[in-house]
């Protein structure tokens, strides 16, 4: 017999519900059916790179399955520029000097599209990595669903169904603000689930005039409200040219000096886009003379309990991810493909962002059925 494998595993970036599943699922499979000894990193790469650590034995993960967050702990560092007494520091040697000095022999890393990107560097650098998918935004590549989005997509959509009422009640128009940057996953399917009348995602750009004609043949025809479900990252038709020349700008800088003053230009693009709810609310109080009102629905979207899918994608991959180690195959994500867990090459996820195709089929249901898109 050789010797016990010891294993090092984080949560990073956001939290969502589910990692606490994924930890559970990972621990209990490598502890129990693999013979390995665990440990858990506190608060993402930061606890990695400061080697805070602590046991996760049988006690540890016990009782966490139902509990939202995550109990490590969570931060939305990157391992090749953490902010050390307020400088970017590369932190991959440190924390290949901890790996090693922790005798490890696999390092897990749960988290979204950051994450992925980080567990990556980590691999390139030679470190034995793998990767479990969550996120509520569902836009991680080449995984049909990383675990958080169900959760969310619930909440989302009992948010827009309550929305309905006092919209109705008052004759107003009522925007929810859902999470999702740059991907529409979220507020496209509580859009559809909750029975949104126009649903706004960044992979469709809107157009008020659009958003307006459609409210007001919804009054012309007795409905006098409408409910508008709009990804925090929607932009209309201007705001989506003033950000692809400023990706443009980024991509064609072709020293460090140009590039980082490109990338400090799309900051301040995107940032000026940040309140788009409230903007297309009282462009449409004007256009349409409807009382509008906006609600964010914000972090309560992350919190919680996770449901049931979450918990059983938390305990698929993560259990999955522990018969990985035990092969010693390592520097994948483990995917979720077609209800199964696909290592996937890790080089193939990071930096590839799964967007809303603007042909995918809940677009055409949501169009079928008379959802409007801004477009
Ligand atoms: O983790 C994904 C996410 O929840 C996005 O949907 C949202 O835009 C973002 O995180 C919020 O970031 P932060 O937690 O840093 O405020």
């Not at 669903?145 to 128009?173: E, M, N, P, Q």
């Amino acid at each position: 017999m050789g010797a016990k494998k010891r294993v090092g595993i984080l949560t990073a970036g956001g939290d969502s519900p589910g990692l606490n599943a994924a930890i559970r699922g990972f621990g209990k499979a490598a502890r129990g059916t693999h013979d390995m000894e665990i440990i858990g990193f506190r608060d993402g790469i930061r606890g990695l790179a400061e080697n805070r650590w602590q046991t996760l034995d049988s006690d540890a993960l016990s009782g966490i399955l139902t509990v939202g967050g995550t109990i490590l702990g969570t931060s939305r560092d990157k391992v090749h520029k953490m902010m050390v007494d307020g400088e970017p520091r590369d932190m991959i040697p440190t924390i290949t000097e901890n790996f090693e000095k922790n005798k490890l022999d696999a390092l897990v890393c749960i988290g979204g599209g950051g994450t992925a990107k980080n567990a990556n560097r980590l691999r390139q650098a030679g470190l034995p990595v793998l990767h479990l998918p969550k996120t509520i935004d569902n836009d991680i590549a080449h995984t049909d669903t990383s675990f958080g989005f169900s959760t969310a997509l619930g909440i989302a959509t009992d948010a827009i169904d309550r929305l309905h009422s006092t919209a109705h009640s008052h004759h107003r128009v009522i925007i929810a603000e859902i999470m999702g940057h740059k991907a529409g996953w979220l507020a496209l399917g509580s859009g559809i689930a909750g029975g949104a009348d126009i649903i706004l995602i960044p992979e469709i750009p809107y157009s008020i005039d659009s958003i307006a004609d459609s409210i007001k043949k919804r009054a012309e025809s007795g409905r006098s409200f409408s409910v508008i479900a709009i990804a925090e990252g929607a932009r209309d038709v201007e705001d989506t040219k003033d950000l692809d020349a400023a990706v443009a700008l980024v991509k064609s800088a072709d020293n460090a000096t140009a590039k980082a003053a490109a990338k400090q230009h799309k900051a301040s693009v995107e940032a000026s886009h940040r309140d788009n709810a409230f903007k297309v609310a009282s462009s449409l109080e004007e256009a349409t003379g409807l009382e509008s009102r906006v609600t964010i629905l914000g972090y309560v979207q992350r919190g919680g309990t996770p449901d049931a899918n979450d918990r059983l994608l938390g305990t698929l991959l993560g259990s999955a991810g522990a018969d990985l180690v035990a092969r010693g195959e390592y520097g994948f994500t483990v995917a979720s493909q077609a209800g199964e867990a696909v290592p996937v090459p890790l080089e193939d996820v990071a930096g590839n962002l799964k967007t809303v195709p603007v042909d995918h089929p809940w677009i055409a249901a949501a169009r079928h059925v008379g959802t409007g898109f801004g477009d």
